[in-house]
């Protein structure tokens, strides 16, 4: 069965960090590109971060040096590492994986900043 499952999301007070996993299963991990997507209430969802399939990484300019996206081929997963969390931050993060003619979604995983 092909799927995305995130997990490591919760509740996490201002200036707090957490760390994000995405497992994959059912698909050729290691010749997809990833990335991580957020959607915060009332909001579309955006782009947090990008990792390609030879490891390069790319990020949105407000999460630059507060956020780490990385990828461990051997265990199909890939993680998001937050540092420095704003209530602004708080959201649904969605895990995406993509090559030429397949695109996967994960079923997101809150994050919620708040003192």
């Known amino acids: 069965q092909v799927q995305l499952v995130e997990s490591g999301g919760g509740l996490v007070q201002p200036g707090g960090s957490l760390r994000l996993s995405c497992a994959a299963s059912?698909?050729?991990?290691?010749?997809?590109?990833m990335a991580w997507y957020r959607q915060a209430p009332g909001k579309q969802r955006e782009l947090v971060a990008t990792?390609?399939?030879?490891?390069?990484?790319n990020y949105v300019d407000s999460e630059k040096g507060r956020f780490t996206i990385s990828r461990d081929n051997a265990k199909n997963t890939v993680y998001l590492e937050m540092s420095s969390l704003k209530p602004e931050d708080t959201a649904v993060y969605y895990c995406?994986?993509?090559?030429?003619?397949?695109?996967?979604w994960g079923q997101g995983t809150q994050v919620t900043v708040s003192s």
């Open positions: 995406y994986a993509r090559r030429v003619g397949s695109t996967i």
């Open positions: 059912g698909i050729a991990f290691r010749i997809y590109d």
């Open positions: 990792i390609t399939s030879s490891g390069s990484t």
